[in-house]
């Protein structure tokens, strides 16, 4: 057995992607094991507006060895429980999809088929009930779960954060454990003549040549290594998610600190709102096709919290991916890799999946194909479930703007077709290979939407009704009890992580 081991890796970008990818690997392998080189120009700014993340990032800051205390001040940072989504389906419309279940299974049946029989016996509270982060977040309140006793414990948080300051600290972080970063902007990329891997980067001041084995390409949509170096193409999906472009811009802090984002639909789109401790985030994500440019900024600016904070920043964006994410020796990610609207907080998410991938795939320098495509696939697979999640949202609404309407119109792909079908029939969530999304998530946006079912299970009926509302109404009341235990949420931010800025 002949091992021939990458030396040296290689990372064309900065920002969050492509400090993630060196905090990453600095902390699984340390230099002397493998140099890890991190090239970004303080010139080129980056995209910044993600500023929402999913329960997975826990789990890479708990990798990291993070003091979450630590991390949140310094980003700015708040605690995310879900999202409340707003006028999506129709007018008036308030759902939310919270990071937790509705409770255990009843008689090995999911607790949605108990809460179908109930609303077509005519109750009418709705299912988030069911859920703690629902209920606390309706209260502004936060503790994390094991702070909580009980079915209140089960429940996952993430956090919303100033993305550049968290870039900014997985620098500080990669940098203490000899990640070596080169300041300026890459002004060619060489190939190797033999072999047509990306062999070098020359730097535009001075002329400096960087030579790698392995190379990550940070570099955001316009994929320097990826795209520009290695030619691999792009995959469209603008057919299927139409909005393509977005306007955003921060505005002053006001009312009560709430612990989820909130996305509200709009007659072309729709508006994201982040609360960070010294601002608050937002965004109108929209279909140029249907609105121009200055109505998408007046519609941003007519929906603020307070004065807004500078001039509302552009971004063009085209929905989907690279044909191949990884080819030859370079591994495209972040942006550099695809994009996906930040309807579900996924950019992050995405950020680091790949890495996980990465890490567990990582090649020699002999770059066995078979790895790469394994890598390939089951990265595709990831986007097109989160596509099609993110269609679900879209394609049922009854809102009558002409967006909407073509959204209504479009072919959906036919996974998502099968399990809207599969719901429908029977009130079942089929799972896929490399889903992001549980069947909890799948059902809190069938049912916010008012996508019902035409049964429940049969099982259900086996349990007397009055049982059944009984035993729900007290898991209702537990809940909403273990919520008022929890302190508000800007308390609990000012008694362990305050921000400097903030203050």
């Known amino acids: 057995m002949t091992q021939a081991p990458v030396r040296r890796i290689v990372i064309a970008g900065g920002g969050t992607a492509g400090w993630m990818a060196a905090a990453l690997l600095a902390r699984l392998m340390p230099p002397p094991f493998v140099e890890i080189i991190l090239v970004e120009s303080d010139e080129i700014g980056t995209v910044g507006v993600g500023e929402a993340t999913v329960p997975l990032i826990t789990q890479f800051n708990g990798l990291l060895g993070i003091d979450e205390p630590d991390f949140v001040a310094r980003t700015n940072g708040t605690f995310k429980l879900g999202i409340e989504f707003r006028d999506w389906g129709e007018a008036g419309n308030v759902h939310f999809h919270g990071f937790g279940d509705y409770g255990d299974a009843i008689q090995g049946v999911a607790p949605h088929h108990h809460w179908l029989k109930l609303h077509e016996a005519g109750e009418t509270a709705p299912i988030e009930d069911w859920s703690m982060p629902y209920a606390a977040a309706r209260r502004d309140r936060f503790a994390p779960p094991e702070a909580m006793k009980g079915e209140a414990a089960f429940f996952k948080y993430a956090y919303h954060f100033d993305a550049g300051l968290y870039a900014r600290y997985l620098r500080g972080y990669a940098e203490a454990r000899g990640v070596r970063r080169r300041e300026g902007r890459i002004a060619d990329v060489e190939l190797d003549p033999e072999s047509g891997n990306v062999a070098s980067l020359t730097m535009q001041d001075g002329g400096e040549v960087i030579a790698g084995g392995f190379f990550i390409d940070c570099s955001g949509f316009v994929g320097l290594l990826i795209s520009r170096a290695l030619g691999v193409g792009y995959v469209d999906w603008s057919h299927l998610l139409p909005c393509d472009r977005a306007v955003a811009v921060g505005c002053e802090r006001r009312g009560r600190m709430t612990p989820f984002t909130r996305s509200t639909a709009r007659a072309a789109g729709w508006q994201w709102r982040i609360p960070l401790q010294h601002r608050i ?123 909407w309407a073509q959204c209504r119109a479009a072919e959906i792909p036919e996974p998502l077709a099968r399990k809207i079908a599969v719901w429908e029939a029977g009130g079942r969530v089929p799972l896929y290979s490399e889903e992001s999304y549980q069947e909890p998530s799948w059902v809190s946006i069938f049912l916010g939407n008012g996508i019902l079912p035409r049964r429940y299970d049969p099982i259900v009926d086996q349990l007397p009704i009055e049982h059944l509302r009984g035993g729900m109404a007290q898991r209702r009341g537990a809940i909403a009890r273990a919520a008022e235990t929890m302190p508000d949420h800007a308390t609990f931010l000012a008694r362990c992580c305050p921000a400097p800025l903030a203050a």
């Open 281 to 403: 985030g937002n965004g109108h994500v929209y279909a140029s096709a249907f609105i121009s440019d200055d109505e998408a900024v007046a519609t941003l600016l007519d929906n603020l919290d307070g004065a807004p904070l500078g001039e509302p920043r552009l971004l063009r964006f085209t929905t989907g991916h690279r044909e191949k994410f990884w080819h030859r020796n370079v591994v495209a990610i972040g942006l550099a890799a695809g994009f996906m609207e930040p309807l579900e907080s996924s950019s992050i998410q995405l950020i680091q999946t790949g890495l996980a991938r990465l890490v567990e795939m990582l090649p020699d320098m002999t770059f066995d194909p078979v790895l790469i495509d394994e890598y390939n696939r089951v990265t595709t697979n990831e986007y097109e479930r989160i596509r099609d999640f993110l269609i679900l949202h879209y394609c049922r609404s009854r809102r009558p703007e002409a967006m």
